[in-house]
């Protein structure tokens, strides 16, 4: 079953790190290939639909693209060892980053690059997108067997942030 909020969808991965001070993974961490479940997760589409309806036309198209580039991925890899994790979305370049460190430049393509950083928060971790204009927060969690990513998007471009959740089945 679908989630329907007013503003829903996102990307994904998940790596479960402790905040205990180890740089040890919790035991929840699973590390592997994931793929998009499509039955329990949100339409993230049709979330930045609802979002830029209220755009005027010169903004609209652009803000879309960017959103949406942004957000589609259908298939993950998650890797992490000693407070390090990577993630590598679709065929977009790989993502590694330190949990509570300094954030990373990392490009999606040309016209989109951001500031990456980490942060844990129990057997949870949140990964922060910064660009000029944008920020994308995505927690990372298990629920049961699957991995669930929630996303909340705040732009200047948009009168209200995008939520959404996107659950993940693991294929290996």
Known sequence: MK?????????????????????????????????????????????????????????????????????????????SSEGRFSIKYDAHPLIVVWIAQEPIKWKLVESLVFDVSAKADGEAVSLTFRAADSERTILYRRDGQQLVAETTIVSSLLSTPISFTVVYNQTN
């Open 3 to 79: 989630r329907h909020s007013t503003l829903s969808a996102a990307i994904g991965a998940a790596i479960l790190i402790s905040t205990s001070g180890s740089a040890s993974p919790a035991q929840g961490v699973v590390s592997g290939n994931y793929v998009v479940d499509r039955e329990r997760s949100d339409d993230y589409f049709q979330a930045i639909e609802s979002a830029t309806a209220g755009l005027s036309n010169a903004t609209r198209p652009l803000a879309r693209i960017r959103l949406r580039k942004s957000t589609a991925t259908d298939r993950m890899r998650i890797s």
